[in-house]
T-cell receptor
Framework: TQLLEQSPQFLSIQEGENLTVYCNSS?????LQWYRQEPGEGPVLLVT?????EVKKLKRLTFQFGDARKDSSLHITAAQPGDTGLYLC????????????FGPGTRLSVLP | GAVVSQHPSRVICKSGTSVKIECRSL??????MFWYRQFPKKSLMLMAT?????????EQGVEKDKFLINHASLTLSTLTVTSAHPEDSSFYIC??????????????FGPGTRLTVL
């Protein structure tokens, strides 16, 4: 079983639409990271959320960390084709030793 | 931000040969590096944790004699795929934690190495 779940797994939208990607767990995380990965490349860190209830904005991307630090969301406003990629949430669960765990990813395709 | 490099970015080899992949942290020291494998359209799967100056810790199901890891310095870890076979073909990605950074729980990833075994 996955320690981190992401939904939706696949998302195809038109340019200009808004979308939200969710990352959920039954475990508490001291922090969560969001990455974007393009084909043939390594994941690139977008943001780290640390405090329960925290909201961080990165241009058109808004990240939120749940109050209980078990879930997070990524909202993209007015999506552009350049946002296309695999979005991964990841982090160190509080009671999981040194293992860094990844969600299964959300594959986003933004059509022009 | 912190930078991690991998070399080579792409390698094609014959079945039975060994392939070495290097992972370097360019502007920070990393006592711990991680090696992942990623299949097409899938998320990253942790293979092993590379510890500077000591033996690597392998995840369940990963053969330590097949995937040799050496972490000889605070900026370099190597993964050697020994006697590679076509089923070893995959995208291998390393990552490192910046232990001296503000956020020590943040991982920085290399660009990946595409291994194709013929």
């Amino acid at each position: 079983t996955q320690l981190l779940e992401q939904s939706p797994q696949f998302l195809s939208i038109q340019e200009g639409e808004n979308l939200t990607v969710y990352c959920n767990s039954s475990s508490v995380f001291s922090s969560l990271q969001w990455y974007r990965q393009e084909p043939g490349e390594g994941p690139v860190l977008l943001v780290t959320v640390v405090t329960g209830g925290e909201v961080k904005k990165l241009k058109r991307l808004t990240f939120q960390f749940g109050d209980a630090r078990k879930d997070s969301s990524l909202h993209i406003t007015a999506a552009q084709p350049g946002d296309t990629g695999l979005y991964l949430c990841a982090g160190f669960p509080d009671n999981y030793g040194q293992n860094f765990v990844f969600g299964p990813g959300t594959r986003l395709s933004v059509l022009p | 931000g912190a930078v991690v490099s991998q070399h080579p970015s792409r390698v094609i080899c014959k079945s039975g040969t060994s392939v070495k992949i290097e992972c370097r942290s360019l502007d920070f020291q990393a006592t711990t590096m991680f090696w992942y494998r990623q299949f097409p359209k899938k998320s990253l799967m942790l293979m092993a944790t590379s510890n500077e100056g000591s033996k690597a810790t392998y995840e369940q199901g990963v053969e330590k004699d097949k995937f040799l890891i050496n972490h000889a310095s605070l900026t370099l870890s190597t993964l050697t795929v020994t006697s590679a076979h076509p089923e070893d073909s995959s995208f291998y990605i390393c990552s490192a934690r910046d232990i001296s950074g503000v956020r020590t729980d943040t991982q920085y990833f290399g660009p990946g190495t595409r291994l194709t075994v013929l």
